[in-house]
């Protein structure tokens, strides 16, 4: 067998595996059996060990460290059993990720998505500032990384580095505010799976005013955008794709209220069937090509599958350990104001941003803390703070995959996108969004 039919076989394997995953993750939420959640746990592992070779090597080095610290905490504080209970914790993810992937080909070859790409190639370049912050944020949170796509081929095969630079910039920082709301991203689910008791609708809805303070502070502060009509007529001319992006979140929401179930499961479970008809009723050929292109990327989970997976049982190895040690009374003993646990997540999570790190590490680790630790900070507002470091982490760490896959799309040095602005922006919006949650926590606990 030669190296391509190898690759090829890999590749298979990769896809039946996926496939796999997302079926019997999706059984799990209905049927709660020991059998079942052992042979998902056996998958995971097996696709994880099959995905591995095939990753980046950054995701390589941080899966080794997650690891390495996974094992050294839970041989020192004989905690071993709690890995089996992370990767069962960690079985949902794979078919979150695999419906992303369908909700993400549905967009791409729905009618709407073409209207939006013309709409922002006709924008003046008077009106990109405000057009491309708002523009990456609406249609980024539901293609995510896949909105670069849309937005590269605007600035033309000649443009200069400085031309692609600048809007990468724009862009990037619409990006960094999807996960203030949007169920759609790994820091919900992370947030979610750690504060269950949290109706989806209120972060989101917390979320989206805070994004909308976010957008004009971009648009009017740092990009100078300071005529609302212009504004507005960014937000008509993405009219095509806003009704599609709440019209998704919507169909989550609800279908969290109604049943109970969590964010992770409600998506899971709300999704496929919409998707797959609002392609087939296009034609049948859009439908197949939707289909196949599914197929194809969930066999490339792989990456995103190995580091949330390893994150999970990290973060439910470290919270067996906590009782033993002794963090969580040194924690008590400081006596943190909510203020100074709110600031601590938001801030925490900006400078690991700055360091390099993944926000998935610094995030899991918070979680575990602070939802451990007896406070007065409201749940929602843990959530929240969680989500707006996230978000902000994504716009100025090398380890996000905004800066890793924007930095290729518009051809461009990682680290010249790690600029002063944006910098200055993250630890701005954070602070803002601090005080805010601050406020409204003690509107809450009163």
Same mark, same amino acid.
């Given at each position: 067998m030669n190296r391509k039919d190898f690759s090829i076989l890999i590749s298979r394997g990769s896809e039946a595996h996926a496939i796999s995953l997302?079926?019997?993750?999706?059984?799990?939420?209905?049927?709660?059996?020991?059998?079942?959640?052992?042979?998902?746990?056996?998958?995971?592992?097996?696709?994880?060990?099959?995905?591995?070779?095939?990753?980046?090597?950054s995701i390589k080095i941080l899966s080794i460290v997650i690891l390495l610290a996974t094992a050294w905490i839970a041989l020192f504080y004989e905690v071993e059993g709690a890995i089996i209970d992370g990767?069962?914790?960690?079985a949902i993810f794979p078919a979150f990720l695999a419906t992303? *992937? %369908? /909700?993400?080909?549905?967009?791409?070859?729905?009618?709407?998505?073409?209207?939006?790409?013309?709409a922002f190639s006709s924008l003046p370049k008077t009106q990109r500032a405000g057009g491309i912050v708002t523009g990456a944020h609406f249609i980024g949170a539901i293609l995510q990384v896949g909105v670069f796509a849309v937005l590269a081929p605007i600035i033309g095969r000649g443009s200069t580095e400085t031309d692609r630079r600048g809007i990468f910039l724009i862009a990037a920082r619409g990006m960094a505010l999807v996960p203030f709301w949007s169920p759609f991203v790994v820091g919900m689910a992370i947030a979610s799976e750690y504060l269950p008791d949290v109706p989806l609708w209120q972060? *989101? %809805? /917390?979320?989206?005013?805070?994004?909308?303070?976010?957008?004009?502070?971009s648009a009017v502060i740092m990009d100078g955008e300071r005529k609302p009509a212009i504004i507005w007529r960014t937000l008509l001319s993405l009219g095509p794709i806003i009704p599609g992006v709440f019209l998704t979140a919507a169909l989550v929401v609800v279908t969290s209220v109604l049943t109970g179930w969590s964010t992770l499961q409600s998506l899971v479970i709300s999704l496929p069937i919409p998707c797959l008809v609002s392609v087939f009723v296009i034609s049948a050929?859009?439908?197949?090509?939707?289909?196949?292109?599914?197929?194809?990327?969930?066999?490339?989970?792989?990456?995103?599958?190995?580091?949330m997976t390893c994150a999970i049982i990290l973060g439910t190895v470290f919270e067996a350990a906590m009782p033993q040690s002794g963090i969580l009374n040194w924690l008590q003993t400081l006596k943190l104001s909510p203020i100074s646990i709110i600031l601590s997540i938001i801030l925490g999570m900006i400078l690991a941003g700055l360091m390099g790190i993944h926000a998935i590490v610094p995030g899991t680790m918070l979680l575990v803390?602070?939802?451990n630790l007896p406070s007065e900070v409201a749940d929602l507002i843990l959530m929240q703070a969680l989500l707006v470091g996230w978000g902000l982490c994504t716009l100025i760490s090398l380890g996000s995959l905004t800066i890793i896959t924007g930095s290729v799309m518009f051809n461009l040095n990682p680290l010249s996108v790690i600029t002063g602005p944006n910098i200055a922006y993250a630890f701005g919006i954070g602070l803002f969004c601090a005080a805010v949650l601050a406020a409204l926590n003690i509107v809450l606990m009163s």
């Open positions: 997302w079926i019997l993750g999706t059984a799990s939420i209905f049927i709660d059996s020991t059998v079942l959640k052992t042979l998902v746990v056996g998958l995971i592992v097996s696709f994880t060990i099959i995905a591995f070779p095939r990753t980046r090597t990767l069962e914790r960690a992303l *992937v %369908l /909700l993400r080909a549905t967009a791409d070859n729905r009618p709407e998505s073409q209207r939006a790409r013309e972060p *989101v %809805l /917390l979320g989206l005013m805070l994004t909308v303070i976010g957008l004009l502070v050929k859009t439908g197949k090509e939707v289909l196949s292109a599914s197929l194809r990327g969930v066999g490339r989970i792989g990456p995103e599958v190995t580091i803390l602070f939802v």
